[in-house]
């Protein structure tokens, strides 16, 4: 006795991952929230906490941004995968956009307060920060600074500042270049001791001026909308700098990466060590001395 196939059962059509442009409103959103917090704070009166050193504080306040961002992000996105500097990684649904396919999983890298030290003090300089990839591509930033009233965007078109479209500008020469950074720092001066001194009297040397803020996402953010011509560290982390990395590649700045001790295939907001100028032209004693601490580690391991 012949039977008939049985029908096979209807796919599922997999949700489809968000345009870059959507994903910057629910990231520009969520970021806003966190802003709204931020300043409605008396931070004449702020306890801070210790992290792994005197350097690296907290605050109950970057906790509670990142969970008025983690809960802003989920209402939008339920299933997208949150990387945050307090709440560490929170993965992606099964049945999320994407979720078939690691290369279309959406991550939002978060930084609830980039700029910690400088908000405990009082201080306007610190920013809320969020990266968006799709897989292990950048596809949208916002930096959203709430004390100094502005807001860093971009996705698949110009990077904006308030709304309004930023020029591209070539890299001043080193004579007349403005550096935003605060290489080599307190972390490479506890791994290359010896090397360290050197290479902070050499940045000072070399530019016009150099000035460290406090916070590599303001430092990049400044960078790519042209107000200096470059940053650089080399220890960071992806929350820090994915959301800066997209505005400057948007607003045409160019940017190098080193893998410190990690893979060497890493994409570039993975990656623990950069060089971003505002423009194609670059500083070629940052590049240089990047490559050092890079050869260093690598002798090393």
């Known amino acids: 006795m012949s039977t008939a196939p049985r029908p ?8 489809e991952v968000p345009a870059p442009a959507e994903l910057l409103r629910i990231a520009e959103s969520a970021a806003a929230e966190a802003a709204d917090y931020l300043r409605s704070l008396d931070r004449d009166h702020i306890s801070r906490e210790y992290k792994t ?18 809960a802003a992000l989920r209402r939008e996105l339920p299933g997208c995968r949150i990387v945050g500097e307090e709440g560490g990684e929170r993965s992606a649904d099964d049945d999320a ?50 004390i ?28 007349d270049a403005l550096v935003l950074s605060g290489f080599p720092g307190h972390r490479i001066s506890r791994e290359l001791p010896e090397q360290a001194g050197r290479m902070n009297i050499a940045v000072h040397e070399e530019f016009s001026a150099v000035r460290h803020l406090g916070t590599a996402a303001l430092e990049l953010a400044y960078v790519a909308a042209g107000r200096a011509d470059a940053t650089a560290l080399a220890s960071i982390n992806a929350w820090d700098i994915a959301a800066g990395f997209h505005l400057l590649t948007r607003a045409g700045g160019s940017l190098r990466t080193w893998p410190g001790t990690g893979p060497a295939d890493r994409p570039d907001h993975l990656r623990p060590a950069y060089a971003a ?18 050869a260093l580690r690598d002798a090393r391991v």
């Open 97 to 146: 956009p994407g979720s078939g396919d690691p290369a279309d999983v959406v991550t939002f890298y978060v930084d609830p307060i980039d700029g910690t030290s400088n908000f405990a003090s009082g201080l306007p300089l610190f920013c809320v920060s969020i990266g968006i990839a799709v897989g292990e591509e950048l596809v949208a930033g916002v930096i959203d600074a709430p």
């Open 8 to 15: 096979e059962a209807p796919s599922v059509p997999t949700a």
């Open 53 to 70: 050193s005197s350097q690296d504080i907290v605050t109950e306040h970057d906790r509670a941004s990142e969970e008025i961002i983690v």
């Open 148 to 175: 100094l009233g502005e807001v860093f965007t971009a996705a698949d078109g110009p990077m904006m500042v308030n709304g309004v479209p930023v020029e591209p500008r070539a890299t001043r020469p080193a004579r």
């Open 277 to 294: 100028c505002t423009g194609p032209e670059r500083l070629e004693l940052l590049d240089t001395l990047l490559d050092e601490v890079q």
